[in-house]
């Protein structure tokens, strides 16, 4: 609807600039927008404000010129003038319910479009060393990251989900180090555990299974453990396979696959570190000063210059990043996003500079970050940070076995990605409409008992069928409930674009707010079956739009509960 008022507005544009009313050589867009208050209509547009100056009048004057201009439209009942000039559209009931007939016959593909014209588009997220189980952290960029790619496929985008394993570093010698305490007897209370340990139970479990001389499969490679004490080197190997099938084990769990996983460790062995601080010397935007090789970063506006070499011949972790980000654009994503926590900001524009610095045809402000906050996980009111399992954390795989899958996805996803997130696993766990999941999971299950209830009566209606005359829902609610199934296209493409999954749970939550306030108010099984069969129909509409949305959010629709 909210285009057949635009169309409506450019027709009557058009006229007032072929009368001399507006110049002809100008281009006039209007924005049309749903109103906050009902009583001001369902679509506002302040095209008259924009264009007054051009007109050479004042708003409410060219507002009232263009209203003389609209084509006759059934789809529109009146226009108002609003304020200074806004231009307010009320909808005839009739039109308001063109939009049960489209869900219905497009159905799963309902808020889909081909805007992104197949455009390759990578999303990074997770990307956790591959030193112990992924904390809650990880989960909520995990929701977040998966979340936005599949809006980003529904808006027609050819979307590569990708995993960095940064395998190679301190962080993988401290977890060699811990296994191999383990694995010699020792326990984290002894003098001679590393300082820098990992102290978690599943140090013991890597530990035990070395030992033990098991086979692990992770995703590109199958080791064998030597069962050697003293060779470090294989302790690492075996290690770092254990915990990365572990960690594919979690990510299965929370219904989240990549295509493709990217180590660290390869930048190195195919000399692609190398090649980058050789680009970037050659570009002329290094020196040497006190022992270390640095880069001009300061040309590209960081704060200061940042050492890419230290003295003792090691690299900083921004070198491989920038030698990572190369290899990206260099296959061909010109939209890169990378989805990570908000201690990942101050890498944010020492990745960009160092890009910019190689002069290899990469736009400036490339690639795009998604950067959340923290979660803290909460249980009777009180924080919860401790799992034995990882020893100093509350893992991702603790909150899906306390609350499930979907409560875990929908929960991580439901905030602002740039604001603090509190994880209550009471409310989680909850059955009340105070459970935003639950809430929405009970509105699609509820229009699947009264489908039931219909077949009972010996009335079979098609998954999509619309039956019934639709200008008998007549209810200010009804209309307000296809208002809303109206806004979910718009929604679809502005939460991609604006890479904000969490409008989605905003959206559905009010949708099915607004499907319990009806269903408590009006029955739908009734004798007048020509009204049934009308708000049956919209019953199937917005049940389609609740499955439509929670699968791009990763979780189920279930038909009973």
Not at 39 to 49: E, R, V
Not at 51 to 71: D, F, N, T, V, Y
Not at 111 to 121: F, L, M
């Amino acid at each position: 609807m909210k285009e057949t008022v635009s169309d409506l507005l450019q027709s009557a544009l058009a006229a007032l600039q072929s009368e001399g009313t507006l110049p002809a050589d100008q281009t006039f867009t209007p924005q049309v927008g749903n109103t906050k208050d009902k009583s001001h209509g369902d679509y506002a547009c302040n095209i008259a404000l924009v264009a007054s100056k051009a007109a050479g009048c004042p708003p409410r004057q060219l507002a009232e010129a263009l209203i003389g201009k609209l084509p006759k439209s059934k789809a529109v009942e009146k226009v108002e003038i609003a304020g200074p000039g806004f231009i307010n559209f009320f909808m005839s009931t009739a039109s308001a319910f063109e939009v049960v007939n489209t869900i219905l016959d497009e159905g799963e593909s309902f808020g889909r479009n081909d805007q992104g014209k197949a455009e390759k588009v990578q999303v990074e997220f997770v990307s956790a060393n591959p030193t112990g189980p992924l904390h809650v952290g990880h989960g909520r960029g995990a929701a977040i990251g998966d979340c936005l790619s599949r809006l980003l496929e529904a808006n027609g985008y050819d979307v590569t989900r990708e995993f960095y394993y940064n395998d190679a570093g301190a962080q993988i010698n401290n977890l060699a180090l811990s296994v191999q305490a383990r694995v010699k007897g020792l326990t984290p209370e002894d003098e001679s555990w590393p300082a820098d340990g990992y102290r978690g139970d599943y140090i013991v479990d890597v530990a035990k299974a070395y030992l033990a001389g098991e086979t692990v499969t992770a995703d590109d490679r199958e080791v064998t453990a030597k069962a050697d004490p003293e060779d470090r080197d294989a302790i690492l190997e075996f290690a770092v396979a254990y915990l990365r099938r572990e960690q594919d084990l979690d990510l299965r769990a929370f219904g989240v696959e990549f295509d493709v996983y990217f180590l660290e460790s390869s930048l190195y062995k195919e000399g692609k570190v190398e090649a980058t601080v050789k680009r970037l010397q050659e570009s002329g935007y290094t020196y040497e000063q006190d022992g270390a090789l640095w880069l001009k970063t300061t040309e590209f506006g960081d704060d200061k210059d940042r050492v890419m070499r230290k003295k003792d011949g090691g690299y900083t972790y921004f070198l491989p990043d920038v030698a990572y980000h190369l290899d990206k654009w260099q296959r061909g994503f010109t939209t890169v996003i990378n989805e990570q926590g908000a201690d990942h900001h101050s890498t944010v524009t020492r990745v960009r500079a160092g890009l910019q610095a190689l002069n290899a045809g990469i736009p400036k402000g490339w690639p795009d970050y998604v950067l959340h906050q923290m979660v803290m996980v909460t249980r009777s009111g009180q924080e919860v940070k401790i799992s034995k399992r990882a020893g100093s954390y509350v893992t991702i795989r603790d909150l899906i076995d306390e609350v499930g899958r979907d409560a875990t996805r929908f929960f991580l996803a439901a905030r602002r990605v740039d604001s603090q997130l509190t994880f209550d696993i009471d409310l989680a766990r909850s059955q009340t409409n105070e459970n935003p999941v639950y809430y929405i999971q009970y509105a699609h299950a509820r229009i699947c008992s009264v489908l039931r209830k219909l077949a009972e009566e010996g009335v079979q209606r098609g998954r999509n069928e619309c039956v019934g005359d639709l200008e008998l829902l007549t209810l200010d609610e009804e209309k307000e409930l296809a208002n809303q199934l109206a806004k979910y296209p718009e929604l679809i493409i502005n939460s991609a674009a604006q890479r904000e999954p969490h409008h989605l749970t905003h959206y559905l939550r009010d949708l099915a707010g607004q499907f319990h306030t009806y269903y408590n108010a009006h029955k739908v099984l009734i004798e007048d079956t020509a009204t049934r069969d009308a708000r049956v129909s919209l019953y199937l509409a917005i049940r389609q739009v609740i499955e439509n949305g929670l699968d791009l959010l990763g979780v189920s629709a279930p038909e009973e509960m």
